[in-house]
């Protein structure tokens, strides 16, 4: 059974830093994508940084230079370093997989990711 586990989340100032983990389990294979996902109230679920077995990154053009994705195979866990936060990053955050994939296809949400968490709260205040 794959799960995905999300911590991490709190509330922080403008500019401050966070990061996020999401432990992976029960997910195997040599084509895949992990990522991060948001939600702010009264918004639609968008794709904020992801990554994909072949190496490749995306990420969401408002959180370029700022939020990095990262993985670590030995501890089977998917990260996000979020540094200079601002209160638009304010958003429940969801860590997902796929199999057979592209990073830039798997952000876009074209398909819907086959693997959920179940959410972290990010609150950054001004």
């Known amino acids: 059974k794959v799960q995905l586990e999300e911590s991490g989340g709190g509330s922080v100032e403008a500019g401050g830093s966070l990061r996020l983990s999401c432990a992976v389990s029960?997910?195997?294979?040599?084509?895949?994508?992990l990522g991060w996902f948001r939600q702010a109230p009264g918004r639609d679920r968008e794709g904020v940084a992801v990554l994909d077995s072949n190496g490749i990154t995306s990420y969401k053009d408002s959180v370029k230079g700022r939020f990095t994705v990262s993985q670590d195979n030995a501890k089977n866990t998917l990260y996000l370093q979020m540094n200079s936060l601002e209160v638009e990053d304010t958003a429940m955050y969801y860590c997902?997989?796929?199999?057979?994939?592209?990073?830039?296809?798997?952000?876009?949400?074209?398909?819907?990711?086959?693997?959920w968490g179940q959410g972290t709260q990010v609150t950054v205040s001004s």
């Open positions: 029960g997910f195997t294979g040599d084509s895949y994508c």
């Open positions: 997902a997989a796929d199999r057979y994939c592209s990073a830039d296809y798997f952000i876009t949400m074209a398909i819907d990711p086959g693997y």
